[in-house]
């Protein structure tokens, strides 16, 4: 799968450093010239300087074959205009844009951009679900909330620690997408083991929150 990421401030970066290491290849696309030099050294021929809002910027990094494009600048208008001129002039099939400002959460919608990720309803559900007991934090709801990519992070008590991957009996239709330990990324293997606070990211259906807080807090 070829993704191209526009924006190389913390979600971008991350984002890009994480699927380089799922082996996805990536085009990370950023504008400020002072992260050329560090860019570069980091993920260099996956890396341009530019306007992810310039169709020949889009052109040089290989919009054309591009899988998905994902926009998460810090400005809602080159998010959408990155992801509608994916979308109308190059014919990416799949588009994901970061939404800063939640009043143009329609705008996005009435552009045809159904996937769009929000920090601040992601923080207000947060608050309406308390933190769902403060275990499990809903992160990202994708196909009109239907899934729902969750983390967990693993208690001092929780009786996966030192438990392998493999053992752990996740209920029907979950996946162990990734396992954050520190400033370390892991990729889950069935040997990978877990620690205390490990933060672990999983793409379930939330009809299985209660079976995974059983999983992991009793």
Not at 7 to 15: F, I, N, Q
Not at 61 to 70: K, M, P, T
């Amino acid at each position: 799968m070829y993704a191209i990421i526009i924006g190389g401030g913390k979600v971008g970066y991350y984002l890009a450093k994480v699927l380089i290491q799922k082996g996805y290849e990536v085009a990370l696309i950023e504008r400020d010239k002072d992260k050329e030099a560090q860019f570069s050294a980091e993920f260099e021929d996956s890396f341009l300087l530019g306007d992810g809002c310039d169709p020949e910027i889009l052109e040089e990094a290989g919009v054309n074959r591009a899988d998905i494009l994902i926009a998460v600048t810090g400005d809602d208008q080159d998010n959408l205009v990155a992801c509608e001129m994916a979308l109308r002039h190059f014919k990416v099939p799949r588009v994901i844009a970061r939404v800063m400002d939640p009043r143009n959460q329609k705008i996005y919608q009435k552009m045809g951009i159904e996937l769009t990720v929000n920090a601040t309803q992601t923080i207000a559900n947060l608050i309406e679900q308390e933190v769902l007991a403060q275990e499990i934090i809903p992160l990202l709801a994708l196909r009109r909330g239907e899934i729902e990519i969750v983390e967990i992070t693993v208690p001092n008590t929780s009786p996966v620690i030192g438990q392998p991957v493999r053992e752990l009996a996740l209920p029907p239709h979950c996946v162990l997408a990734a396992l954050l330990r520190g400033e370390l990324i892991i990729l889950p293997r069935g040997d990978t083991i877990f620690f205390p606070n490990d933060h672990i990211l999983i793409l379930t259906s939330m009809d299985n929150v209660e079976e995974l807080k059983k999983l992991f807090y009793e």
